[in-house]
């Protein structure tokens, strides 16, 4: 089974930081793209960055600026570094992945669990 396992979430005060780990198991001849999405109390899941597998990154305008998503030293590892965090950045933060390739046998979307983010004021 295609499993991910995140870190990193936490309480933390207007204008800190924290940095979120996403560790993705992988398989032979897969590649996969990664999403990082995030849903407040109230609200629906939105996305907030993805990272593919050739590097390529994007952000939703919210976090431009202030979120950072980046490969790891450790191959199927990728952080979201998030700076300069805001209230409205409360909310649990579930990181997704893709995974293809025409040798793939563990083609498909898969979510993990969700770490929270508290910002306070």
């Known amino acids: 089974q295609v499993q991910l396992v995140e870190s990193g979430g936490g309480s933390v005060q207007a204008g800190g930081s924290l940095r979120l780990s996403c560790a993705a198991s992988?398989?032979?001849?897969?590649?996969?793209?990664m999403f990082w999405y995030r849903q407040a109390p109230g609200k629906g899941r939105e996305f907030v960055s993805r990272?593919?597998?050739?590097?390529?990154?994007g952000y939703a305008d919210p976090v431009k600026g202030r979120f950072t998503i980046s490969q790891a030293n450790a191959r199927n590892t990728r952080y979201l570094q998030m700076n300069s965090l805001k209230p409205e950045d409360t909310g649990m933060y579930y990181c997704?992945?893709?995974?293809?390739?025409?040798?793939?046998?563990?083609?498909?979307?898969?979510w993990g669990q969700g770490t929270q983010v508290t910002v306070s004021s």
């Open positions: 992988e398989y032979p001849y897969c590649a996969y793209d």
């Open positions: 990272i593919d597998s050739d590097g390529t990154t």
């Open positions: 997704q992945i893709t995974m293809y390739g025409g040798s793939c046998t563990a083609r498909g979307i898969y």
